[in-house]
C-alpha cells in the first residue's frame, strides 16, 4: 500500500490586489455558501470574497495597527464575527456584511494570535495570546472581556492560542509562549490546567485543535517548524514529532472524507498535509506560503491558499486515495 493522496482540482483563482501574500480564513455564508476572508500584516485592508465569482462581498481598508492574526466565530442568530489581532488589541466585523463595530474595539494590549471557541452552553468567545503573557477571553457577540488567565512571574509572551473541544467536556484553551511552553487553561473561568509543558525548545508560533471525533488533541509549531501532536487533558505526547525542515506560517485543519487532515505551510511554499490522528502524512501537491482549510458538509474540504504575489487559488478535496 502506497502513502495516501489527497485528489483535489481548483475551482477558483482570483487576485488579492496586492502584490505579496495575504493571509485567509474560510468561512460559511448564511446561504451555505462557503466566503473567504483576506487581510494583510500592515492592517491596511480586510477584505472578504465570493468564491464563486472571485469578486469582493465587502472591503475595509480604513486600516488598523497591524494585523497580526485573524479568526471567525458563528453567532447564535446565524451571523457571523470576525476579529483581528492587533498591536493594540482587537477589532471587530460583522463578517458578512463587513461592518465594522467600532464599539467593540478592544485597545489595552498587544495581541498576537487569536482563536474561536464555544462555552458549554453554546455561547461563542474569541480567545487571544497576549504580548504580555495572559490569555485573553472575550465574549464574541459583545465584545466585553470576559478575563484573563492569572499572571505569572515567569510566563513569557504568549504567541499562539487554540481551543479543543470534545463531547462531555467544557473544552480546552491551549496557549503557547516564546520560551516553548504550552500552558492550559479553563475556557470557563481561565483558571490554569496542570503544570506548563515543556513542549519545544524555541518559541511556539502556532497552535491548532484536531478534528480527531472523541480525543482532545492539538498541534503545536514551532520556529524551526517542528510540529507536534498532544492529549489536551493530560498534556501527553502523542506520536513522533514532525520536522518540515521550514518555517511554518500556517496551519489548518479539515476533515476530508472523515479522515481528519492537518495541513501546513511556510518558508519554502509547500503546502504538505498529515493524517491528524495517526500522523501518517498525505501526499499533496500545492505549492504556498499559507494555508486555510474548511469541511464541508459533503464530505470534501475546500483549502485555500496565497502566492507571493498575492494570488489566491481555492482547491477542493475528495475523500483520500492510495497513491
Not at 45 to 70: A, L, P, Y
Not at 292 to 302: E, F, R
Not at 304 to 317: D, K, L, R
Request: hydrophobic share 40%; net charge negative.
Amino acid at each position: 500500500m502506497g502513502v495516501r493522496q489527497l485528489m483535489g482540482q481548483e475551482i477558483a483563482r482570483f487576485s488579492s490586489g496586492f502584490g505579496h501574500v495575504v493571509r485567509s480564513v474560510l468561512g460559511v455564508g448564511q446561504d451555505g455558501q462557503p466566503l473567504l476572508f483576506t487581510s494583510v500584516p500592515n492592517g491596511s485592508d480586510v477584505s472578504c470574497w465570493d468564491i464563486r465569482t472571485g469578486g469582493r462581498v465587502w472591503c475595509d481598508n480604513e486600516g488598523m495597527s497591524g494585523c497580526n492574526d485573524r479568526a471567525l466565530m458563528r453567532l447564535p442568530d446565524g451571523g457571523l464575527r470576525l476579529a483581528c489581532a492587533t498591536e493594540d488589541g482587537v477589532e471587530w466585523w460583522d463578517a458578512l456584511t463587513g461592518r465594522r463595530r467600532p464599539e467593540m474595539t478592544w485597545e489595552e494590549q498587544t495581541i498576537w494570535a487569536l482563536t474561536g471557541g464555544v462555552l458549554p452552553d453554546g455561547h461563542p468567545i474569541l480567545l487571544g495570546a497576549g504580548h504580555n503573557g495572559k490569555m485573553y477571553r472575550w465574549d464574541a457577540v459583545s465584545g466585553d472581556l470576559l478575563g484573563t488567565s492569572p499572571s505569572h512571574a515567569d510566563r513569557g509572551s504568549m504567541m499562539a492560542v487554540g481551543f479543543v473541544s470534545f463531547p462531555g467536556h467544557a473544552g480546552v484553551v491551549v496557549s503557547g509562549d516564546d520560551d516553548g511552553r504550552i500552558w492550559r487553561w479553563n475556557p470557563v473561568n481561565g483558571d490554569q490546567m496542570g503544570e506548563p509543558i515543556e513542549g519545544h525548545g524555541c518559541q511556539v508560533d502556532i497552535i491548532r485543535g484536531l478534528p480527531v471525533p472523541g480525543k482532545p488533541l492539538f498541534v503545536s509549531s514551532d520556529q524551526e517548524g517542528v510540529l507536534k501532536r498532544w492529549n489536551a487533558v493530560t498534556g501527553a505526547p502523542i506520536g513522533s514529532a514532525v520536522e518540515t525542515g521550514s518555517d511554518v506560517f500556517s496551519l489548518a485543519t479539515a476533515s476530508v472524507g472523515g479522515v481528519p487532515v492537518l495541513f501546513a505551510a511556510g518558508a519554502d511554499e509547500t503546502v504538505r498535509a498529515w493524517d491528524a490522528n495517526t500522523g501518517e502524512p498525505i501526499d499533496l501537491r500545492l505549492r504556498s506560503a499559507v494555508v486555510s482549510a474548511l469541511t464541508q458538509p459533503d464530505g470534501t474540504a475546500l483549502v485555500a491558499t496565497s502566492t507571493p504575489q498575492g494570488e489566491i487559488a481555492v482547491h477542493t478535496y475528495s475523500p483520500l486515495t492510495r497513491g
